[in-house]
T-cell receptor, first 114, second 112 residues
Framework: NAGVMQNPRHLVRRRGQEARLRCSPMKGHSHVYWYRQLPEEGLKFVYLQKENIIDESGMPKERFSAEFPKEGPSILRIQQVVRGDSAAYFC?????????????FGDGTRLSIL | DQQVKQNSPSLSVQEGRISILNCDYTNSMFDYFLWYKKYPAEGPTFLISISSIKDKNEDGRFTVFLNKSAKHLSLHIVPSQPGDSAVYFCAASAYNFNKFYFGSGTKLNVKP
């Protein structure tokens, strides 16, 4: 049973470009979470998709969006990237949400903004 | 607003000794707590959890203690092994929350 798969592992963009980060959750997992880890900081919640419910409360305004199509990977899209977007972005999934369902994490995408 | 805090960025312990990692939280609504372990260039992996109805949970060499009145939890690793060297994150949530709140991590170095 494959784990959470993220790609690319490393992504370099220039300021003003768009970054697209992809995540395939574990099979049978309905909840997909995105986290961002800035250097020397912990994981900060960005986005949750579970069925038809979306929690975007952690999403920086305007430039961030996420897709969770029925077919294909979940995509975190960052438009007009800035230097402050340089971070590791982790995707996690869980079977049915709830705090007693530990999340399974991918190995992350390291985004570097030149 | 950092609701989960790990005030020690690093900890160094001799192999065979006990490692104690600490975590404090501010939100009294949190009722479930987890510890994750993270190696470089990998994602975090779940280690152990505890519900607020308990004050201790043990799994092999790992024990988590919860002090609700102090809003404090700790992870004990006994005996510590070099393979335990990693960054440890504590996380908290509640049954009516959609998300987990993570601390900033403690980097544990277990010296042979």
């Amino acid at each position: 049973n494959a784990g959470v798969m993220q790609n690319p592992r490393h992504l370099v963009r220039r300021r003003g470009q768009e970054a697209r980060l992809r995540c395939s959750p574990m099979k049978g997992h309905s909840h997909v979470y995105w986290y961002r880890q800035l250097p020397e900081e912990g994981l900060k919640f960005v986005y949750l998709q579970k069925e038809n419910i979306i929690d975007e409360s952690g999403m920086p305004k305007e430039r961030f969006s996420a897709e969770f199509p029925k077919e294909g990977p979940s995509i975190l899209r960052i438009q007009q990237v800035v230097r402050g977007d340089s971070a590791a972005y982790f995707c996690a999934s869980s079977p049915s949400g709830g705090p007693n369902q530990p999340q399974h994490f991918g190995d992350g995408t390291r985004l570097s903004i030149l | 607003d950092q609701q989960v805090k790990q005030n020690s960025p690093s900890l160094s312990v001799q192999e065979g000794r006990i490692s104690i990692l600490n975590c404090d939280y501010t939100n009294s609504m949190f009722d479930y707590f987890l510890w994750y372990k993270k190696y470089p260039a990998e994602g975090p992996t779940f280690l152990i959890s505890i519900s607020s109805i308990k004050d201790k949970n043990e799994d092999g060499r790992f024990t988590v203690f919860l002090n609700k009145s102090a809003k404090h939890l700790s992870l004990h690793i006994v005996p510590s092994q070099p393979g335990d060297s990693a960054v440890y994150f504590c996380a908290a949530s509640a049954y009516n929350f959609n998300k987990f709140y993570f601390g900033s991590g403690t980097k544990l170095n277990v010296k042979p």
